[in-house]
């Protein structure tokens, strides 16, 4: 109880030194959507503002119980946690919301009902979403990028299908690394040489697509070995098939291709879309910045066949691994 206490002073306080940075001026909304552990729907609500010493600033003012997404609920939830911190919607400069969460489809109304009270209160689509979405359309309309994403997830889906297949990626895992060491190919230190992980990219979050890939590639030969292990001692005839089939694709030079070359396009991808969600960010270095990764990406194009002869040494590496 006292612990309770405690966190809703420091909140207030904090809460109050926020409003007080404001200072009564103009500011912008940030609204996304996410549920607690109850799965019950709530409304995260930040504010972006110019402080005092002319710095760009986000500041999360208040998660908010939303009994329904409509855009009545989702304006008056706004309107309501602004009220409570005598903050006018008058003064609203920008909205911003989360164009792939499941209120998606009010986002239009919403902006619109917000801009009607304050014809200022402008809506600006977040460039990295916006950036990952255009990823995601181009990548689906290339047959070869689309079914090396479906092979990737059915490794992750077969490979971390049971702990006792995670246990055994995670020790031969960690057998390849100490070989490593003994052979003197790899220097022990700390933090050097984590564990590495599978994990399932999202749809939208190419950032997960690029940590996906990458550490797909460094532990290739494990995830081999878990996949040579099932084809020998699956349960089913249907899970050793499985293994077989995706062991004789990833095998081969057009995967590892298409592995590398889209970690190299991700890599520039990722770097732009982390450059894009820097809190102090602005249109002119978000610019620049899109003109450099543009001119990146168009360079690598004009390499052509060229590339196939950079990617080789790593299908070579990837077999004998």
């Given amino acids: 109880m006292i612990q309770k206490d405690i966190a809703n002073a420091c909140a207030k306080e904090t809460l109050k030194a926020i409003i007080g940075d404001l200072n009564g001026d ?190 797909f590639i460094v532990i290739f030969s494990s995830i081999v070995h878990v996949l040579e292990m099932i084809e020998l001692e699956g349960s089913t005839s249907s899970d050793r098939n499985q293994a077989e089939y995706l062991l004789t694709k990833i095998k081969t030079f057009k995967f590892i291709f298409v592995l590398h070359l889209m970690l190299k396009v991700l890599a520039m991808s990722n770097e732009l879309s982390m450059i894009l969600q820097k809190k102090d960010q602005d249109i002119v270095n978000a610019v620049e910045f899109l003109n450099i990764t543009k001119k990146r990406l168009q360079d690598m194009r004009k390499m052509d066949g060229n590339l196939c002869w950079m990617m080789f040494p790593h299908f070579v590496m990837c077999m004998i691994s």
């Fill in 26 to 215: 103009y500011f912008g909304i940030l609204v996304d959507e996410s549920k607690d552990i109850s799965h019950k729907e709530q409304m995260a609500l930040v504010l972006r503002f110019v402080n005092k010493n002319g710095e760009v600033v986000e500041r999360f003012i208040g998660l908010v119980h939303v009994s329904d997404t409509s855009v009545c609920s989702l304006k008056k939830a706004i309107y309501s946690l602004l009220s409570v911190h005598s903050l006018s919607p008058s003064k609203i400069r920008g909205q911003g919301y989360d164009g792939a969460s499941n209120m998606k489809g009010e986002i239009n109304g919403l902006k619109t009902l917000i801009m009607k009270d304050s014809p200022s209160a402008y809506y600006i689509h977040c460039f990295a979403h916006q950036l990952q979405l255009t990823l995601v359309a181009i990548a689906k309309k290339h047959l070869d990028v689309e079914d090396f994403f479906d092979h990737v997830s059915n490794v992750l889906n077969v490979v971390g299908g049971s702990f006792k297949r995670r246990d055994l990626l995670r020790d031969h895992q960690a057998k390849k690394l100490e070989q490593l060491f003994e052979s003197g190919e790899l220097q022990k230190g700390q933090g050097l040489h984590q564990e590495r992980g599978l994990q399932r990219p999202g749809d939208t979050r190419w950032g997960s697509h690029f940590k996906t890939l990458d550490s």
